[in-house]
């Protein structure tokens, strides 16, 4: 898979779903927003959230792409997206995005695994953002 | 609203999404509920009835745009803020159309939230009052009033700014205007609307029955007093004492009442012991209370307690199209009374009713619709059955002061009704002599007309019953096919 490079386009073999893609997976405004807007606790708990969210929505696009079940794959996509963007996961959001639209052309199983991809980038930031912030916190 | 707690739902499918917003909304103090699709949204929107309401617009089954349609034919009044993706701005615009009152785009930072918010809830609580003081103003009902008129508009307000007050209320306007009816009105919208509220026609009873009316009697007190009997104002302890036509009241009595109002205490006829009571007291004359004062039938003293809150009632002429309102409701209520078909005025009736100066104000036109309901049996109220003053065309000038009392209610001799003009002014055109009952014809028509086609005052004035001027009209009715 070829590794994302700050404003390159994203990956060949999906065709171009991106023109220019932040080089971090997670925007570090928005989650660092999102973490002075909150107590340790509850910033935690979202994560935590949107962790278990990525868990669950990945696989169950993957298995939607798989099926050709498109409509629920768009919905799923849409879920993705929105989680993605509450706690600045953009790149994931981003791609999560172009899955929800019906005329992207790229091949939905080949979305989703880059989705599922994106979203352990965006877990590790976010392991890494957390473990700071608790260690701040302590 | 705005900065205060307050109620939240937050319709949201993404789990994520939904945690953000919680965290974010409970730590500004706010009470919070998820609703996860549109479909579980409606119901607990209804049943909690939230102030504001965060709405995903991408749901999961029913879309955000129908719930909220949903939510309005509920009756949901909350504030809605849209919460859209950053390229979602052609939806929100849609959802604005629909009542939304902004939109939030993701991800949204808890600042941005919090002012999104509590400018939602001002905007609602604005718009809520908004609706208030227009219905407050458009009303078209008070307290069994008809009339939507700025006149009308007026007198509810002062009913209600003065209801709560223990101040007297002293009523003006011509006779047919509503007196008693604001006298109630300003009862059943006080405090002491659970107490009783006792009205007295200080013109309708004999001078030296007065005082017991008011004050009541001891057994023995006078020739005929043969039990103890409470007076008008023991009654109202507690609660409301209207006295009509009060420039009416004799010097004597006059003194009497002055001391009650002064002290809240009387004594019965023929008691030497002292009652105290609680009374709110509202008065109503149809002459004009200071010029009575000037003329020195009326005591300056007791006018000054009296006349502490003045509310004047309009008359009819002045309250345009409260006359076709009010008009239409007397014909489906005396319509169902007689068992009658009316449904409504056709459309040259009601400008003729529009037009009409209306001297006897709404008692005359309850009698002139009374008139035809009994007279008539049709679907609509065609111009033809309207009685020929209001066909002339004539507006006519309208009393500068009404000159005569308020009518008694029952038909009987009334000894200040004003006489009819000598029959050579009633028919000026009489040269002949013509048969008795063409007589008896032209007579009570013009006596209907000298009264403003008040049937029962012309019965009284003829010295004959009321029935008699209904059987006679419909008869010549009948006789002109």
Redesign the interface.
Known sequence: MTVVQGVQPYVDETRLWCDRCPVSAIDPDIAGQLAADLSAADFVRILKTFEADLGRLSAELEAAAGAGRLEEYRRLAHSLAGAAAAVGARRLEQVARIAMDRGNGNDPALLAVRVRQEARAALAELDALTAARQAGAG | MAGAAARVLIV??????A??AL??LR?MGHETRLATTGEEAVPLAAEWRPDAILM?L?L?GISGLDAMRRMRAEGVKAAVVVVT???GIGSAVEAIREGAVDYLP??Y??ARLSTTLANALEKRALASELQEVRSRLSRDRFMGFIGASAPMQAVYRTIESVAASRASVFITGESGTGKELAAEAVHRASPRRSKAFIALNCGAIPRDLLESEVFGHVRGAFTGATDTRMGAAKLADGGTLFLDEIGEMPPEMQVKLLRFLQTGSFQPVGSSKAEKVDVRIVSATNRDPWAEVEAGRFREDLYYRLYVVPLAMPPLRERGSDVVLIARHLLAAFAAEEGRRFRGFAPEAEAALAAYSWPGNVRQLQNVVRNIVVLHDAESVEAAMLPPMLLRGGVQAAPAAPPEPAPMPVPVLAPREPLLPPLTEVFPGLADFVPLAELERRYMLAALDHVAQDVPRAAAILGINASTIYRRLQAWRAEAG
């Open positions: 949201e499918d993404t789990p994520t999404q945690e953000v965290a974010l730590d995903d991408e999961p993706s950053q390229g993701k991800p930072p808890k």
